[in-house]
């Protein structure tokens, strides 16, 4: 496995959601969890740890839910050679993905990345995020400075950046700049963060960033032009096999 270059590595940790149910997948995630439906044969949550890992991450805690022993076994049994794999139960992970984030606490380093386990992206995407060192307190956000070139803009999440920080995140601000890759490099203020938020009524991973973009602790990594894809229903399981195929950076081997 080939690791993809970047400055600083110190960062070996990744978080990774994958609690959700996917209803847009319907009758394919009856019998089974989202991250464990198929991309050009492979899982889908095979293909993020793999292109994390070209990114130098060994190490993975991933936060399931829906049919959770299903994932869980699977993990267990298909982690590849020298990645090690850790699972935390979500048994609220019908409420907003803030609340995943929050079952992590206490288990993870003092820095990581986190990521969706239905976000695909090419692993220099990873590797640029991590390339210079997080500020204690602050967190760090990939985003993609081209909107028109993302699929489905209308239900993405949205950013407004300026000189390096998130000024403001959520799919229905009037005012952006850029779309939320769903792809972070996260120290331990992402917590109380969360949890003013939660307090607040605001369960999403969304709103706890923009408490830290308040705060003016929260950074924009532009990642514009390296590929990447959220996967939400059939067409963007469509678009990341077509992507594989096509010899494109969401290739391993």
Known sequence: MTIEPRA????HHALIIAAG?????????????KPLIEIDGRPLIMHVIGRAARA?????TVITGYRG??????????????????????HEWGRPNGISV????????????LMMADHLFDPRLLGKLLSAPITDGHCRLAVDFHPPGVPDLEDATKVRAADGRVLDIGKEIPHYNGIDTGVFLCTEAIFPALETAVSRERESLSEGVRE???????????VTGLFWLDI??????LAAGAALREKSPLRTS
């Open 8 to 11: 600083f590595t110190d960062i």
């Open 21 to 33: 149910r996917g209803r847009r997948f319907h009758a394919d995630t009856e019998h089974r969890p």
């Open 56 to 60: 130098g991450i060994d190490s993975f």
């Open 69 to 90: 022993d299903d994932l869980e076994a699977y993990l267990a049994r298909e982690a590849p050679t020298g990645i090690s794999i850790r699972c935390i139960r979500n």
């Open 102 to 113: 929050l079952a992590a606490r206490g288990t993870v380093p003092e820095s990581f990345a």
């Open 212 to 222: 830290l973009a308040r705060q003016g602790r929260m950074e924009a990594m532009d």
């Open 232 to 237: 939400d229903d059939e067409a963007g399981l």
